[in-house]
Nanobody, 124 residues
Framework: QVQLVESGGGLVQAGGSLRLSCAASGRTFSTYAIRWFRQAPGKEREFVASISWSGGSTYYADSVKGRFTISRDNAKNTVYLQMNSLKPEDTAVYYC?????????????????WGQGTQVTVSS
């Protein structure tokens, strides 16, 4: 089990950038795939990006491909989500989740450990 804390959200204009962080506690962090999800008001939570335990494999939703980059630093127990060319439709609460399924699996699971979320608001 890992405890996750997201940070880095905020208000940004369309076209701007933000970098989210997902900091984890626990000695086994490097054995977990990490996924970012987001949830906009009135919408279901959706997959954004994922990264394998080693960082060697990454996956993205089509809506963010080419604009967002996920990375991890296992020495710092942290995963990052660099978000560029932000659009108003990227406005949501962003959550990171850890579990041991392959990073290529983009669905949620109740067995994952979740952070509390960080708000991202993109103004037009």
């Amino acid at each position: 089990q890992v405890q996750l804390v997201e940070s880095g959200g905020g208000l940004v204009q369309a076209g701007g950038s933000l970098r989210l962080s997902c900091a984890a506690s626990g000695r086994t962090f490097s054995t977990y795939a990490i996924r970012w999800f987001r949830q906009a008001p009135g919408k279901e939570r959706e997959f954004v990006a994922s990264i394998s335990w080693s960082g060697g494999s990454t996956y993205y939703a089509d809506s963010v491909k080419g604009r967002f980059t996920i990375s991890r630093d296992n020495a710092k127990n942290t995963v990052y989500l660099q978000m560029n060319s932000l659009k108003p439709e990227d406005t949501a609460v962003y959550y990171c989740a850890a579990d041991k399924r392959a990073a290529s699996i983009v669905t949620m699971t109740s067995r994952a450990d979740w952070g509390q979320g960080t708000q991202v608001t993109v103004s037009s």
